[in-house]
């Protein structure tokens, strides 16, 4: 497994905006490139967000992404106007996993 972390650094005032359209790009992706999905965490950094993707391998992350979608175009490029600057901050291989989708 292949995971991608991102540091997101928003305008002022637009972090309902990004995290909205945040979640429609993440489900497009999800939906129409093969990825297992995404995370977006609020940090102690005001207007920072960071976000992690995971993929099946590094190769599908990489591969140049064509989503026809028209709502995904749309929020990709609201996404990006909440944005000051944002950037991949890690490529990460999976090494050990022990992460648990419930609480014992």
Same mark, same amino acid.
């Given at each position: ?12 005032? *637009?972090?309902?905006?990004? /995290? @909205?359209? &945040? ?5 497009? $992706?999800? #939906? ?20 992690? *993707?995971?993929?099946?391998? /590094? @190769?599908? &992350? ?5 989503? $026809?979608? #028209? ?34």
């Amino acid at each position: 497994m292949f995971v991608a972390v991102y540091e997101f650094e928003i305008k002022e005032g *637009a972090e309902t905006s990004f /995290r @909205e359209a &945040w979640l429609e790009v993440t489900k497009a $992706i999800y #939906e129409h490139c093969g990825s297992f999905g995404s995370r977006l965490h609020i940090s102690d950094k005001p207007n920072i967000l960071v976000g992690y *993707a995971q993929w099946p391998d /590094r @190769e599908r &992350w990489a591969k140049d992404r064509h989503v $026809i979608d #028209e709502k995904y175009h749309r929020a990709r490029k609201h996404m990006l106007d909440c944005l000051v600057q944002s950037k991949t901050v890690y490529e990460l291989e999976v090494s050990d996993d022990y992460l648990q989708p419930v609480l014992a």
